[in-house]
């Protein structure tokens, strides 16, 4: 999509975020609420099913009424004339956790803690508010400097139901994230909150050891790590 490109007469595309098979974030201006926003847009074949788009606007409701530092804001959602579905969103300059994670074989204390706080306070904001995130990975985490140089960790990309169901993408292909099929072998006796919270117990796991758990439960070290 070009830059400048005008949709629903109201969002501006300036960049590329990021695409992974037919749904694309771009960085884009809101022209209502004069805010830059992170718009993320499905297909129109998935917005032109049956009851697809309403189920959409429902869940995002849920979404828009959380207010947490560590969790990326959600602002609206809307139905082009095409059919695409909108989603815009907190447009969040920060690096994967696993991305910064990367060059360390463990994270220094200091910043351990922090992201484990930050991460479990958000979460537990979400569920008093009754909202699942579905995809807790080291992919679907952002690690932000602010201006004090203390780091912010914002969860991001929460399951959405409505497209998951309809989208005909298996769930690493939906949510961008590279691991989540080896995340999804849950006990099937978990109830949805319990999975969130299964999955923060691997990702802390992570984050502390710097290993990774695979289906066997295995621990696999990434290179360098002791």
């Known amino acids: 999509m070009e830059r ?7 969002f501006v595309i300036l960049d590329a975020l990021g695409a992974e098979h037919k749904t694309a974030v771009f960085r884009a201006f809101d022209t209502v609420d ?6 993320k847009i499905f297909p129109s074949e998935l917005g032109g099913k049956a009851g697809v788009a309403d189920a ?21 959602s809307q139905q082009a004339d095409d059919d695409r579905l909108l989603l815009a969103l907190e447009y969040v300059r920060g690096v994967p956790l696993r991305k910064f994670m ?3 074989p463990v994270l220094p204390l200091r910043a351990m803690l922090q992201i ?9 904001h979400a569920h008093g508010a009754g909202v699942l995130h579905g995809a807790i990975a080291a992919d679907t985490i952002l690690v ?8 912010t960790a914002k969860l991001i990309n929460f399951k959405l139901a409505s497209i998951e169901g ?10 961008g994230a590279a691991d989540w099929n080896e995340h999804d072998d849950f006990p099937v006796e978990l109830l949805d909150t319990d999975r969130d919270i299964y999955a923060l ?26």
Request: hydrophobic fraction near 40%.
């Open 102 to 104: 990367d060059p360390m």
């Open 34 to 39: 004069r805010e830059m926003r992170a718009l």
């Open 116 to 124: 484990v706080a930050q991460i479990t306070e958000g979460i537990q």
């Open 166 to 175: 309809n989208s005909g993408l298996s769930k690493s292909e939906e949510h």
């Open 4 to 10: 400048g490109t005008l949709l629903d007469s109201r």
């Open 201 to 226: 117990g691997r990702l802390l796991y992570e984050i502390v050891s710097s290993r990774c758990i695979n289906l066997e439960g295995w621990m696999t070290a990434p290179e360098g790590s002791v």
């Open 56 to 76: 959409f606007a429902a869940e995002v409701q849920g979404l828009i009424a959380l207010d947490h530092p560590c969790l990326m804001g959600v602002y609206g």
């Open 144 to 151: 932000v400097r602010v201006p004090n140089r203390t780091t």
